[in-house]
């Protein structure tokens, strides 16, 4: 066993990433297909990073290894698991309607070796499907896993496009849901309009938290919005902080108003905090 094996992450069906090692030292580029330890048996994906990255990524715990890469049959498998995968997800559907269960199927993932399929669904309580897990394994013969997800694991299975016009964070590289506030946004002086502040998936943009903790840090330079400040002999209210051009807006008793820095306003007096 290679002490210093590359660690390589492998993306599956519905963005779902997994980070392995390559023991046997296999000459891996990044988008090809390789063979994986699985839980029991083997899966099959396309490592996507390679190296130092991954590491930033990964977590406690052993590391599964990559078996091999893939070979033309491999991938002829994987077409045949996908048109598996259509027909299981439109026999769950039957299956959901038959015992009315209150659940929203999602996706369907069979596992490279056919020992497992996992059916992702979603729902608003917790559902008893003992009855729908029996009846699966009795049609596919093989271990049968229905997973509740949460309607932002939902989006990035699916996948799809931000309001930015960019593929979702969550399928593109996000491995785990932060908590997402409305103090974020109005950190960030944006509209609480929930069109423009949600995603796909109907919960706040994951991206209101990248720069959070920059306007943060920018608005402890100036005094809070709305405090009385004289300067220069006149009275102005701070009524806006410009994150870009890092100036605050000051309006002034007269009408008139100025874009000054943070430097610039600590020159007057504070007489009042909002």
């Known amino acids: 066993m290679a002490k210093n094996s590359k660690i390589v992450e492998v993306l599956f069906k519905g963005e779902r990433r997994a980070i392995y090692r390559d023991r046997n030292e296999i000459d ?13 048996g083997q899966d099959m994906g396309a490592a996507s990073t390679i190296g130092a990255l991954v590491k930033l990524k990964r977590g406690k715990g052993e590391t599964r290894s ?13 077409a045949r698991n996908k048109e598996k995968e259509k027909n299981a997800f439109k026999v769950c559907k039957e299956k959901i309607r038959e015992y ?21 669904f979603t729902a608003a309580q917790r559902i008893d499907f003992r009855e729908l897990v029996k009846e699966l394994a009795s049609v596919y013969r093989t271990r049968i896993e229905l997973r509740q997800i949460g309607v932002r694991d939902e989006a990035k299975r699916i996948c ?10 969550c399928s593109a590289f996000l491995n785990e849901f932060e908590q997402i506030t409305t103090q974020m946004a109005k950190d960030q002086q944006l509209a ?38 004289r300067l220069a002999g006149k009275r102005g209210t701070l009524t806006f902080i410009n994150i870009f051009t890092e100036k605050g807006l000051l309006r002034f008793e007269d009408g008139s108003q100025e874009w000054l820095t943070s430097d610039d306003i600590k020159k007057g007096t504070l007489e009042h905090v909002a």
């Open 28 to 40: 891996i580029k990044e988008g090809e297909y390789v063979i994986v330890e699985a839980e029991r």
């Open 100 to 120: 009315r269960l209150d659940m929203k199927l999602v996706d369907v993932e069979m596992q490279f070796d056919g020992s497992k399929i996992t059916f992702y």
């Open 66 to 78: 990559i078996i091999r890469k893939a070979v033309p049959e491999d991938l002829e498998t994987l």
């Open 192 to 229: 609480l309009n929930p069109v423009k502040i949600s995603g796909n998936c109907g919960r706040l943009l994951c991206c209101l938290r990248y720069e959070d903790s920059l306007y943060l840090d920018l608005f402890k330079s100036f005094p809070e919005l709305g405090s009385t400040i």
């Open 160 to 169: 799809g496009l931000g309001i930015c016009g960019r593929k979702q964070c």
